[in-house]
């Protein structure tokens, strides 16, 4: 359950908190993020995955199509206002599996022949290598502006495949050796819930990569990305307007003040905006069909806010 009444249900989570969008649970007022500059505009390209993930932030799996496949015209359409009336330098496509969207080559195209850098999320596998050729002729079209980051939860074979699968770690090391070999701009998503420390997560990853050959700077935060921990039955604080001084957090750090997330509900008529990539369902937090309409601050309503942003130091993208 990923919608904010079933995190508000979640054992250890005060059902007090996170229902109203102007007031916490203690009657502060609650922080919002206003949006400082839109710099990166993500597409979720469906919530269909050929892999079902423990913790996967939005539950991707094979039978997940609450998002459905985003249709080519709808990514145009929110690109051709990107180019119109917006600063963006980034386009980001995540999913689900963006290599499963039968439009989705096409959608990286464009995004890369209208002059953005473009950031893939992908877990390195079939649906990617079936496309190898295709996207092998993007990069040489476009080198450095094309940007793929591959999903491995651990460095390790047996903790990588206790989150994705038996099997997930042997089926991802070919198209991660591929992407390198290729000379692909490759960059690594991890994850930090093992009980381990951030430095000896890097250093593992460290010895993995360079053991495979891949000149991949893992003490780089751009280079290994580390997500946090998104533990939903976890209680955690909400973010009052007073937090911002307390933590030393300015809210133009947080994903929402410089990122947006297109999102196309199944049987929808049309795609809208989410207010970041971790928010998929929640229909109250919608933004609009139009990113003039999502330039709207945003109100920190939700438990991932605190947990995986504010508290967390997490973004998907590093624009």
């Given at each position: ?162 989150e994705r699968g038996a099997g997930a770690w042997d089926r991802m090391l070919p198209g991660l050796d591929w992407l390198a070999a290729n000379?692909?701009?490759l960059s690594v998503a991890g994850r930090t819930f093992w009980k381990e420390s951030e430095d000896s997560l890097r250093e593992g990853f ?16 751009e280079r290994l990305v580390l997500f946090p921990e998104m533990d939903a039955a976890a209680d955690v604080p909400e973010i009052t307007t ?78």
């Amino acid at each position: 359950m990923t919608d904010a009444a079933a995190q508000q249900r979640a054992p250890g989570l005060d059902p007090a908190k996170f229902r109203d969008p102007e007031i916490t649970a203690d009657g502060s007022a609650r922080a919002s993020v206003a949006l400082d500059r839109l710099q990166t505009l993500w597409f979720n390209t469906g919530t269909l995955c050929n892999l079902e993930c423990v913790n996967c932030y939005i539950e991707s799996s094979p039978t997940n199509d609450r998002l459905q496949y985003l249709p080519l015209a709808e990514a145009e359409r929110f690109m051709d206002e990107l180019d119109r009336d917006f600063r963006a330098v980034e386009i980001g496509f995540t999913g689900g599996e963006p290599f499963m969207n039968p439009d989705f080559m096409a959608m990286l195209e464009s995004a890369l022949v209208r002059g953005y850098r473009a950031l893939v999320l992908t877990n390195a596998m079939r649906p990617m290598m079936k496309r190898a050729g295709e996207l092998l002729a993007l990069r040489e079209r476009f080198g450095e502006r094309l940007h793929v980051r591959v999903s491995i939860d651990h460095y390790s074979r047996e903790l990588h495949d206790l989150e994705r699968g038996a099997g997930a770690w042997d089926r991802m090391l070919p198209g991660l050796d591929w992407l390198a070999a290729n000379g692909f701009r490759l960059s690594v998503a991890g994850r930090t819930f093992w009980k381990e420390s951030e430095d000896s997560l890097r250093e593992g990853f460290g010895r993995f990569l360079a053991a495979r050959g891949i000149g991949l700077d893992a003490a780089d935060p751009e280079r290994l990305v580390l997500f946090p921990e998104m533990d939903a039955a976890a209680d955690v604080p909400e973010i009052t307007t007073a937090c911002w001084g307390i933590l030393d957090v300015e809210p133009s750090s947080m994903m929402c003040a410089s990122s947006r997330m297109v999102i196309h509900r199944k049987g929808a008529p049309s795609a809208t905006v989410a207010p970041c990539t971790l928010l998929p369902y929640e229909t109250g937090l919608e933004m609009g069909r139009t990113l003039a309409e999502a330039r709207a601050e945003v109100k920190l309503n939700h438990p991932h806010c605190a947990r995986f942003c504010v508290l967390g130091g997490g973004s998907c993208s590093r624009a």
